[in-house]
């Protein structure tokens, strides 16, 4: 099983600037984010050392397979999304 998480805040420039991608490579690949507000749901912070927003998860059975803090442009995540399918 295979679940993307992208973390975001409200106001924040670089999580806007990511969103059109991230909607992009759901179109493109036939999956769903889950989008969490970190400051909303405080318990990911610790879980999962959230520092920065953007941040993006990609969790394969149970763990996080890949990582990327800031924006990431569609082809880098789109490559890693199919190598964790």
């Given at each position: 099983?295979l679940?993307?998480i992208?973390?975001?805040?409200d106001?924040?420039m670089a999580?806007?600037?990511?969103?059109?991608?991230?909607r992009?490579?759901e179109?493109s690949?036939?999956?769903h984010f889950?989008?969490?507000?970190p400051?909303?749901?405080?318990?990911?912070?610790e879980e999962y050392?959230?520092?920065?927003?953007p941040?993006?998860?990609?969790?394969?059975?149970?763990?996080?397979a890949?990582?990327f803090?800031?924006v990431v442009?569609r082809?880098?995540?789109?490559?890693a999304?199919?190598?964790c399918?």
């Amino acid at each position: 099983m295979l679940q993307v998480i992208a973390f975001f805040q409200d106001g924040c420039m670089a999580c806007q600037d990511q969103e059109p991608v991230n909607r992009e490579v759901e179109a493109s690949l036939g999956i769903h984010f889950d989008r969490i507000n970190p400051l909303k749901e405080r318990k990911y912070i610790e879980e999962y050392q959230l520092q920065v927003t953007p941040t993006i998860l990609i969790i394969k059975e149970g763990k996080v397979a890949r990582r990327f803090e800031g924006v990431v442009n569609r082809q880098q995540l789109e490559d890693a999304i199919k190598k964790c399918l």
